[in-house]
């Protein structure tokens, strides 16, 4: 009896590790928008992290994730298809919701820019809840990727008191803590890039700890 073409499994060659591009496109707009909440862009238009939230932090974030689930990684792929799609809402709110209304008076224009910065606190905190859980299960990954997590839910919960409360010092303290976040997006990104070139480890990026510890 022999096997029919039909019958033979389908064999599929692993795919790259898609981990270090998502990092970085995660980091890299991260930090963009960081700068600008940091007071860092005094003599740009505080909005270069618009284009590469749809593009980079968007695209190729949300197609990293993507990947993941062809390599069955439930959690990269949960938080980069996650993340990729937070920086596709925020350009699209920043671009269709956060603009007054054309035709608007100056009244209206400021009761609306008052509005937009409390849709902002309850964005930040809705992702505050999920980057919680995450931050628990990133335990399981490595001490890098927690430490991104781990900065990340700073960032979050700083700016959305901050856009809560209207306090321009707590956001600014928030997009220097953004920047720090982005830093370390950045350094396990290049560790992904490196390793995974030669195969062995080279920077380092910490094991699994807490939950994730061996038993």
Same mark, same amino acid.
């Not at 009896?1 to 790259?16: I, S």
């Not at 991260?30 to 003599?43: D, H, P, V, Y």
């Given at each position: 009896?022999?096997?029919?073409?039909?019958?033979?499994?389908?064999?599929?060659?692993?795919?790259?590790?898609?981990?270090?591009?998502?990092?970085? &496109?995660?980091? @890299?707009? /991260?930090?963009?928008?960081?700068?600008?909440?940091?007071?860092?862009?005094?003599?740009? #238009?505080?909005?270069?992290?618009?284009?590469?939230?749809?593009?980079?932090?968007?695209?190729?974030?949300?197609?990293?994730?993507?990947?993941?689930?062809?390599?069955?990684?439930?959690?990269?792929?949960?938080?980069?298809? /996650?993340?990729? =799609?937070?920086?596709?809402?925020?350009?699209?709110?920043?671009?269709?919701?956060?603009?007054?209304?054309?035709?608007?008076?100056?009244?209206? &224009?400021? &009761?609306?820019?008052?509005? =937009? #910065?409390?849709?902002?606190?309850?964005?930040?905190? &809705?992702?505050?809840?999920?980057? /919680?859980?995450?931050?628990?299960?990133? +335990?399981?990954?490595?001490?890098?990727?927690?430490?991104? $997590? @781990?900065? @990340?839910?700073? /960032?979050?919960?700083?700016?959305?008191?901050?856009? $809560?409360?209207? =306090?321009?010092?707590?956001?600014?303290?928030?997009?220097?803590?953004?920047?720090? #976040?982005? !830093?370390?997006?950045?350094? +396990?990104?290049?560790?992904?890039?490196?390793?995974?070139?030669?195969? +062995?480890?080279? !920077?380092?990026?910490?094991?699994?700890?807490?939950?994730?510890?061996?038993?």
């Amino acid at each position: 009896m022999t096997v029919t073409e039909e019958q033979r499994p389908v064999m599929m060659a692993p795919a790259a590790d898609p981990a270090p591009l998502g990092l970085g &496109a995660f980091a @890299l707009t /991260t930090f963009l928008l960081s700068a600008a909440n940091a007071g860092w862009m005094t003599k740009a #238009t505080g909005d270069a992290w618009l284009g590469y939230a749809f593009a980079y932090g968007g695209v190729a974030q949300l197609l990293a994730g993507m990947w993941e689930f062809r390599n069955r990684n439930v959690f990269g792929a949960t938080a980069f298809g /996650t993340y990729g =799609s937070f920086w596709i809402g925020l350009a699209l709110w920043a671009r269709l919701v956060a603009p007054p209304p054309a035709g608007a008076s100056a009244v209206v &224009a400021a &009761a609306h820019a008052a509005a =937009s #910065t409390k849709d902002l606190g309850w964005i930040l905190l &809705a992702f505050a809840i999920f980057n /919680t859980y995450m931050l628990l299960w990133s +335990t399981m990954v490595n001490a890098a990727v927690f430490g991104v $997590f @781990l900065t @990340l839910e700073a /960032t979050e919960i700083i700016l959305f008191i901050g856009f $809560f409360s209207g =306090s321009s010092g707590t956001i600014k303290f928030g997009g220097y803590i953004g920047i720090v #976040t982005a !830093l370390v997006a950045w350094y +396990t990104s290049a560790a992904g890039v490196v390793n995974g070139m030669r195969g +062995t480890p080279f !920077l380092p990026v910490g094991k699994p700890f807490g939950m994730g510890a061996a038993s």
